[in-house]
């Protein structure tokens, strides 16, 4: 399968602990995107990566969120402090390089729940 | 600040029935515009992509217009099956990112 990936599918933790979400492109995709579903809303863009370049971020992203690139392959969100309100399907999409918007393939999502 | 709304929120049909999905967003500076299916707890599979300069796109039973200028795009799924059952969620591309609207939930009964 060459789709993008996300590890893990699911991860529960106590509120305060850290989490970090794995997320595997389609290997010749350069942009990387990072989103946030609650429930009965859509996707909510979180942050953007060109190669290893971070180039947006969200104002839904806070201090307590981080995201990395570093070889411009995979990319890592990590989320420390976790609380209660951070409970939601974080989903991780890719597309392929050049000008303009390109589509957008999405992977299947790591599902947060904080208690 | 582009919104995106989807109408109607949710919708049930009996199968075979032809039907409709809108999407209305407020800045029409877009360089394209995507429709996506999401089954319960999954994630999103892209069904359509509309370029900003197209008016439509078709795929099997599948066919999506864009009018840029009134802000509108339009899904229309011919001869509905049970598993077309699903949220269906419209997405415009601005400067550098998706907004996607809440979607549409729909359940197409046997």
């Given at each position: 399968d060459t789709g993008v990936s996300q590890d893990p599918r699911h991860k529960i933790t106590k509120r305060g602990q850290n989490v970090t979400f794995r997320c595997d492109p389609?290997?010749?995709?350069n942009r990387l995107y990072w989103y946030r579903q609650t429930l009965g809303q859509g996707p909510e863009f979180l942050t953007y990566f060109q190669n290893e370049a971070q180039l947006e971020k969200s104002?839904?992203?806070?201090?307590?969120f981080s995201a990395e690139r570093p070889k411009g392959s995979f990319s890592t969100l990590e989320i420390q402090?976790?609380?209660?309100?951070?409970?939601a399907m974080y989903l991780c999409a890719s597309s392929l390089p050049g000008q303009g918007a390109r589509e957008q393939y999405f992977g299947p999502g790591t599902r947060l729940t904080v208690t | 600040k582009q919104e995106v709304t989807q109408i109607p929120a949710a919708l049930s049909v009996p199968e075979g029935e032809n039907l409709v999905l809108n999407c209305s967003f407020?800045?029409?500076?877009?360089y394209n515009l995507q429709w996506f299916r999401q089954d319960p707890g999954k994630g999103l599979t892209s069904l359509l992509l509309i370029q900003s300069s197209q008016r439509e796109q078709t795929s099997g039973r599948l066919n999506a217009s864009l009018d840029k200028s009134s802000g509108r795009s339009t899904l229309y799924i011919a001869a509905?099956?049970?598993?077309?059952s699903a949220t269906y969620l419209c997405a415009v591309f601005g400067y550098s990112t998706l907004t996607f609207g809440k979607g549409t939930m729909l359940l197409v009964s046997p």
């Open positions: 389609i290997s010749e995709h104002r839904l992203l806070s201090d307590r402090r976790t609380e209660q309100g951070d409970s | 407020t800045d029409s500076a877009i509905s099956q049970p598993g077309d």
